[in-house]
């Protein structure tokens, strides 16, 4: 059960991951809106303790928290699915091939 004020790394992706580069970690991306996103781009999540990256929906992000919010405040509300981990994940951008 996810708490209601967490954010899912969650198995089901909005974007087939094999089709997705990841050109971006959390610690160039820390300042980075929603807002500021090129529509380009894809926003995701990597677990620290496993690995794993899910493909988030930018956009429900900003409905639910705002688009101006900083992606370094959403950052620790991200939980892995796959292990459960909530410590030390960050956001990952892609770009589809």
């Not at 708490?3 to 991951?17: C, K, M, Q, Y």
């Not at 677990?47 to 493909?55: E, F, N, R, T, V």
């Amino acid at each position: 059960m996810r708490h209601r004020r967490s954010i899912d790394l969650a198995a089901g992706t909005p974007v087939p991951s094999a089709d997705i580069h990841v050109i971006g970690k959390c610690a160039e991306l820390a300042w980075l809106t929603c807002a500021k996103l090129s529509p380009d781009y894809v926003l995701g999540g990597e677990c620290a303790a496993c690995g794993h990256i899910a493909w988030l929906d930018r956009w429900k992000l900003a409905l639910r928290f705002g688009e101006n919010v900083y992606l370094e405040n959403l950052r620790p509300r991200l939980q892995c699915m796959s292990c459960g981990n909530r410590n030390g994940n960050g956001f990952v951008i892609g770009k589809s091939a």
